[in-house]
């Protein structure tokens, strides 16, 4: 069993009826309230998959900000982001203050998640420097530009 089993018990062992409510409750009010749980795990289960669609479209976000070296976080567009999700909180009659402490944890999700990419994308790029260096240092051909042969090369942070 993974270690996220142990934590997360599996999808079989989910039990829709569970309460410390049970045998307290009137049958009929219990019925009532498993019936409306039942709509909150159907719904729980949905913003889980649309926050892995959303990742996984942050995920390509955060290659393409990589790739051209652009920074993780865009405070213009998070500042649009929150705006117009706590009107739209409020449209829906959701505490806006609420969203935007959520929109607030995911953007933080995302730019640590874009910091992990570039971090990834430099060292690939470092390594790769290095095995192009080496490989002309071994055949006597010139490296990549500014490349010493024997010479160290470039330091890759962990912590960027």
């Not at 795990?41 to 892995?52: E, K, P, Q, R, S």
């Amino acid at each position: 069993m993974t270690e996220q089993n142990q934590t997360h018990p599996d999808a079989d062992s989910y039990d829709p009826g569970a309460s410390s409510l049970a045998g307290q409750v009137d049958p009929a009010v219990m019925a009532e309230l498993l019936s409306i749980r039942s709509s909150i795990d159907n719904i729980d289960a949905t913003l889980v998959y649309l926050l892995a669609e959303r990742f996984k479209a942050t995920q390509k976000v955060g290659f393409l900000k990589a790739t051209h070296k652009l920074p993780a976080g865009d405070p213009g567009r998070e500042t649009a982001q929150i705006a117009r999700l706590r009107r739209l909180a409020a449209e829906a009659h959701l505490d806006p203050a609420f969203a935007e402490k959520f929109l607030n944890f995911i953007i933080g999700e995302v730019i640590r998640h874009h910091e992990a990419i570039a971090e990834d994308h430099e060292a690939s790029l470092a390594a790769d420097s290095l095995a192009a260096g080496n490989q002309a240092a071994d055949s006597g051909r010139p490296g990549p530009a500014g490349h010493v042969p024997g010479a160290a090369g470039p330091a890759v942070s962990a912590t960027a």
